[in-house]
């Protein structure tokens, strides 16, 4: 009998520090494919590629029957779509959970806060250097409609401060997987008038209206 | 215990009178540290920072003119680019809520991303410096010295900056001296400070001589730069046409005077504010009635002005250039 007792309680530790660690899986995709840089997508009337994509997840909550169970050690998380490593925050700890709670983008408190290490230094490219601000969300490429020279868009979205501010929460059920549906955007938005946006304004507000319909959870 | 001597420790480097309020600056997330503060220096006047290793921060910022610039009304950067704006002077920075003229900047840590990236300025980004940084030996010893860890980062660099501009503090002029008990003013000064009182220290204020808000004076628009202001960060028609308040300690070392350096001359300042001003709607209200200065007031304003300037901060040894390599040998 206590054999069974050490036994089992061998198999817990080994369990929660392993396999049973929650991770949460943010997936990139374009239609049902998962995303791929720079490859052509033909998408209702235009023809368009993504070079770049990147996005902060922040004060990422876990609830369980409407109760938080836990929140994420890591203050905020960089989704970077050349890196495949960066689509998984993991938490370290086993819980059982059925909806998550995060921003999208880094709050204003960290904004205003100076220098940050990891995922939040400007290195990364996701912060503006000739205005204090983190980028919270960076989606850049061509497109057969979009008037700018080589067709090129830029979508730079960030902005701390009201009235221009771009952070958003989404709250989703989910068992862990998550994707962010990319071509959504393209349907909300009139690629043809809002093809450069580098700086927290009206248009940058509107198009981090439409983030939380991105976020969907993968079944 | 531990505290005193921290405290002690501090003081060595950043030691503001009693009547300086309390920081801005958060010293907790970055407190001064000798070599941290040495390393700071020696980045601020080196060149590495810049894409064509020509341009350093002291190019702009000279020491000798309280880190303002006073060739140019605009400011020189890479390959004879000019900027838009006049190089502001630096001091007293732990004070202030933000920084540029615009306040585009919310940190003093995070300043220093501007120039390095500005193309009219250093040309550079911070990957490229930390990579040239990380060949040269002589800096990875200076990081492993102020950090006790040798690898370079965007954090290190920028704290170490900070830490060298903290200690720029201007607190020895004469009406330091003044306000300490340690001197007297002349009559014609005395009267000079009233005037100042009555016309200028709602946004020129004590001790900083600022209050480091954004203020329309009443500047007619540079038509060549259309410059607006706080606007081009807030997008609010209420900021158009205002600028951040500069101090006015040091002003004989830092001409040309606003934000385009449009003025070479106090006398020309004065001559602004009693008959230039420019009516439009974000006007700052001090000016709904207009500043009426006799000749003699004139003199005597500038002369208290005159009291503001902060020889030994200017001519402050430590503060002036140090090469990496003198360190190196050390």
Known sequence: MKQYVLFGMLFMTFQTHSQNAVKITFLPKFERENLTLNKVYYFKNDTLNISNFKCYISNLTYYKNDSIVHSSIKKAHLIDATDSRSFIIMENEFFKFDKIRFNIGVDSLTNVSGIFEGDLDPANGMYWTWQSGYINFKLEGTSSLCPARKNKFYWHIGGYSPPYNTLRQVSLKTNGKVSIQLDKLFEEIEISEEYQIMSPNDNAVQIADKFVFLFNTTR | ?330
């Open chain 2, 1 to 330: 215990m531990i505290l005193s001597f921290v405290l002690k420790k501090d003081n060595l480097f950043f030691s503001p009178p009693d009547y300086f309020p309390k920081t801005v600056y958060n010293f907790e997330q970055n407190p001064l540290d000798s070599n941290k503060i040495e390393l700071g220096r020696i980045l601020f006047y080196d060149p590495i920072l810049s894409k064509d290793n020509t341009i350093s921060c002291a190019s702009c910022h000279s020491p000798f003119n309280a880190f303002a610039h006073t060739d140019h009304d605009l400011s020189h950067g890479i390959f004879d680019s000019i900027g838009n704006r006049n190089a502001p002077a630096l001091f007293n920075l732990a004070w202030q809520k933000t920084f540029m003229w615009d306040g585009a900047i919310n940190h003093l840590d995070m300043q220093a991303l501007a120039p390095i990236s500005h193309p009219s300025e250093m040309g550079s980004n911070i990957n490229e410096v930390i990579k040239k940084l990380n060949e040269s030996k002589a800096y990875k010893k200076l990081f492993l010295n102020a950090f006790q860890d040798s690898t370079i980062s965007t954090s290190k660099i920028l704290k170490a900056l900070s830490q060298f501009q903290l200690t720029l503090v201007s607190s020895n002029t004469k009406y330091d001296k003044v306000k300490m008990g340690k001197e007297t003013f002349t009559e014609q000064e005395k009267n000079g400070y009233q005037l100042y009182k009555n016309n200028c220290a709602s946004c020129h204020s004590e001790p900083f001589f600022s209050n480091y808000n954004f203020e329309n004076n009443g500047l007619p628009i540079d038509q060549t730069l259309n410059d607006m202001g706080r606007y081009v960060i807030t997008q609010n028609e209420n900021d158009k046409r205002k600028f951040k308040v500069p101090s006015l300690r040091n002003l004989s070392f830092t001409y040309p005077y606003m934000h385009d350096g449009r003025f070479m001359t106090l006398k020309e300042v004065i001559n602004h504010y009693t008959s230039g001003i420019e009516y439009s709607e974000t006007l700052s209200l001090q000016f709904n009635e207009s500043i009426e200065l006799s000749s003699n007031e004139k003199v005597d304003l500038i002369s208290f002005l005159l009291t503001l300037n902060d020889k030994d901060f200017v001519f402050n040894k430590k503060h002036q250039f140090k090469k990496i390599a003198d360190q190196a040998k050390e």
